[in-house]
């Protein structure tokens, strides 16, 4: 089971998630899930998360009727396998040492 489970919900962001995804995948720490949570995007989210889900094995799709961004994290917390959990917004991109410095941390106070 992964250390971390990341949710993005995915809605209509075809213009933004590859930045997203590139910054999940270029993360320096290795013990991660994505749950790719695409809520009935109408545009090509799902054609482009399935290349990441296929070119990495982190990256996991999961397809569902359109029910808002609420419905879609709730889903991603019900699949997750993490012992944490993140949730990133398909228009954000994050610090590629984001979650080896949070660990870092959680490991010095947990000491």
Same mark, same amino acid.
């Given at each position: 089971m992964p250390k971390l489970s990341i949710i993005v919900p995915i809605y209509d962001v /075809? /213009?933004? #998630?590859r930045h997203c995804l590139d910054s999940i995948s270029k993360q320096t720490f290795p013990d991660f899930e994505v749950l790719l949570i695409n809520d009935g995007s109408p545009d090509h989210c799902e054609e482009i998360c399935q290349t990441y889900a296929k070119n990495d094995n982190r990256f996991i799709v999961i397809n569902k009727e359109n029910g808002g961004v609420s419905s879609a994290r709730n889903l991603g917390? /019900?699949?997750?396998?993490?012992?944490?959990i993140s949730f990133v917004d398909p228009d954000d991109t994050i610090d590629q040492n984001l979650y080896k410095d949070i660990f870092e #941390?959680?490991?010095?106070?947990?000491a």
């Open positions: /075809e /213009e933004y #998630i917390l /019900e699949k997750a396998k993490g012992d944490y #941390i959680f490991d010095k106070t947990s």
